[in-house]
């Protein structure tokens, strides 16, 4: 059952310092972007991480790749400790994540040609490959001709821009491609195609995708498991078919009947209405207790003061895990 | 029918035809540049004027009537004759023909815009692109710093003592000027390299496992060519001001050199007597040689500002 995991990420912490406070003592104000998350990725599948802005989701991928040294926690890559050398990661491992950003305007150097920018990856980790086959096998994978090669990313539209990102982060030939929020900058009818070339992809070269969105139609789509994230940690973890018909979470719940619904099929999937209220609070000035208890419509005396932990429910079945008093019995209890 | 050429598609393995069409690229590109810089008669203006000083700089020997005149030289018979005839803008005190020494002269201060920036740009370049790539540490810490202590002496003082304790030529003022001219690279580098390692191109090069050497080099600071770039072609104006400045106080190219400052600060001695062109003329070539630089400055910070949208 473990050996099917790829990415275990336990009890991860990342706090920003983002000022002091007093005159003597100079207590550091920290931003608590991800605050004890834990969760796993399987092999082959693509894991879903929605949440609002600011909801540490993006925190989650920038640490999983190295730009962020991790505050505390640890997260494994095939049992490999993703930083036990610090942020020197060995070559060998970057080879293995890869990460498609947000942006593809400013992912993409706009001084260097798609030939460069393709080349980079491929110099540093296949330097024995001849580079210009190589561009042009990448090219043709992600469905763009081969003269695009010369061109700057100025002259591409915004979804070939995209493709181009993906082509990149294919380019070490990776396991794990992260992909943070990688349609939420383009228009929704490249979005379309952007989409169906990741599933494609994804079946062809046996990726693992960690898919982060705030979209949660696209959401429902793509992943097979989802977690859903408040203000830095986990608050329910599911199979996407779950998450979707039968969430537990009350934010959950708040956040699924607030999707905008077209048809009559849509309509009765959805839960029954309930009214988002209040606004999040700042990540520097947590709630006591569980972070949601601000906003929940289900709010109880204790949540104020404690903060819930993850347990597995079994409403649906198989590996559903909530955090919320709601659901803790005295013997359910785990972290995970 | 008519006949529908289709041009063949290029072999993209072909080194020769992968040269041809980056050429042809380039061409294109210099192309649009031109035709946006050629919008404003000034910038045009401004071009033809550095274009014209450069090749009178270049053939000095060639173009100016009396050669001989910037080398030890008197002929007092022909001294202090007013502009006109034989001598256009007149001779000085010593009878030496004041265009020839001001063509001379643009070499002297075309040589100083020229030294002192390919002194200046690699060096301020290279360390404000360090200081602001690892913003935030020691190093930057440590470099900003430095920049900080060299903007803090009044700049013109700085150049006047340092050319005060070496001896006074053009060579001890071109490090003069040198030393108080590359905080101002660092600086504009600084900011456009911090905002830039930002950027997720860059992020996405770190994440890849790009060496810094490369990351510096080939990501950041081609998307800083177009600033750096225009500051440069704005300060050619300034160095040479500045140079003129020094000059003008004995500090820079000394006689018989022709230096524009010398020769003004020379005739200003005779500007009570009546001998007005022995200054105005060499302060006049200073203008133009200043305008000129400054107006391809703005022609080109307009263009390059204008590319970036």
């Known amino acids: 059952m473990s050996d099917d995991i790829i990415l275990r990420v336990e009890n991860l912490r990342k706090h920003f310092i983002v000022g002091r406070k007093g005159l003597i003592k100079r207590e550091p104000v920290t931003v608590k972007a991800v605050d004890g998350v834990s969760f796993n990725v399987r092999r082959g599948e693509t894991f879903g991480i929605v949440g609002e802005s600011g909801s540490g989701k993006s925190t989650i991928a920038y640490i999983t790749m190295g730009m962020y040294l991790p505050t505390s926690g640890t997260i494994t890559f095939n049992g490999r400790d993703l930083f036990g050398q610090g942020d020197r990661r060995p070559l060998d491992l970057r080879k293995e994540v890869q990460i498609v950003f947000q942006d593809p305007g400013s992912s993409l150097n706009p001084r260097r040609t798609i030939r460069q920018i393709l080349e980079l990856p491929l110099s540093i980790h296949q330097p024995e490959k001849d580079r210009l086959t190589e561009i042009i096998r990448l090219l043709e994978l992600v469905d763009l001709p081969p003269e695009f090669m010369h061109k700057y990313p100025r002259q591409l539209s915004g979804g070939e821009r995209q493709i181009v990102a993906i082509a990149r982060a294919l380019a070490t030939n990776p396991s794990l491609v992260i992909l943070d929020e990688p349609t939420s900058a383009l228009d929704v009818s490249v979005q379309g195609k952007v989409l169906n070339l990741l599933i494609r992809l994804q079946r062809e070269l046996n990726l693992t995708y960690m898919f982060i969105t705030h979209d949660l139609s696209v959401m429902r789509n793509l992943a097979s498991r989802v977690a859903i994230m408040y203000l830095g940690r986990v608050a329910e973890v599911a199979e996407a078919v779950h998450f979707f018909e039968s969430p537990q979470h009350p934010y959950t719940q708040m956040l699924l009947s607030s999707i905008p619904v077209l048809t009559e099929a849509e309509e009765a999937l959805r839960p029954a209405q309930i009214r988002s209220t209040g606004e999040i609070p700042s990540p520097v000035d947590l709630p006591s207790g569980c972070s949601f208890h601000t906003r929940c419509p289900q709010v109880m005396d204790h949540c104020r003061h404690i903060d819930p932990l993850m347990v597995p429910i079994d409403v649906t079945g198989s590996d559903h895990i909530v955090r919320c008093h709601l659901f803790e019995q005295a013997n359910g209890q785990v972290s995970s | 029918m008519a006949e529908i050429a289709v041009s063949p598609a290029p072999d993209l393995t072909d080194v020769d035809e992968l040269a041809r069409i980056q050429r042809q690229n380039r061409r294109e590109n210099l192309g649009r540049m031109w035709f946006k810089f050629s919008r404003n008669p000034l910038s045009v203006i401004g071009l033809l004027m550095v274009i014209a000083i450069i090749l009178l700089a270049i053939f000095a020997e060639f173009v100016t009537p009396f050669p001989d005149h910037v080398r030890p030289f008197t002929d007092f018979v022909n001294a202090k004759k007013p502009p006109g005839g034989e001598y256009l803008l007149g001779t000085d005190q010593f009878g030496r023909d004041i265009l020839s020494r001001i063509v001379f002269g643009f070499r002297f ?142 500090l820079g190219v000394q006689e018989p050199q022709p230096g524009l400052g010398t020769m003004v600060a020379k005739g200003s001695d005779y500007l009570p007597t009546g001998q007005w062109w022995m200054a105005i003329f060499p302060a006049l070539a200073i203008v133009v040689v200043v305008l000129g630089f400054n107006l391809l400055g703005d022609g080109l910070r307009d263009l390059f500002s204008a590319e970036e949208v």
Do not use: C
Request: glycine share 6%; proline share 6%; net charge neutral.
């Open chain 2, 109 to 250: 201060s075309l040589l100083m815009a020229v030294v002192v920036l390919t002194l200046v740009v690699p060096v301020g370049v290279t360390l404000g692109m360090v200081a602001g790539y690892f913003q935030g540490t020691i190093i930057d810490t440590i470099i900003m710093r430095i920049t900080d202590i060299f903007l803090s002496v009044p700049p013109l003082i700085l150049a006047l003592a340092i050319a005060s304790v070496l001896t006074p030529n053009l060579t001890n003022s071109m490090i003069a000027v040198s030393l108080m001219w590359w905080p101002w690279y660092a600086r504009l580098v600084y900011g456009l390299s911090s905002a830039l390692r930002t950027e997720y191109f860059v992020s996405s090069a770190e994440t890849i496992g790009a060496r810094t050497p490369h990351i510096l080099f080939r990501e950041i600071l081609p998307n800083m060519i177009s600033p750096i770039f225009t500051k440069m072609s704005l300060d050619v104006g300034w160095v040479i001001i500045i140079g003129s400045m020094l000059s003008f106080l004995g």
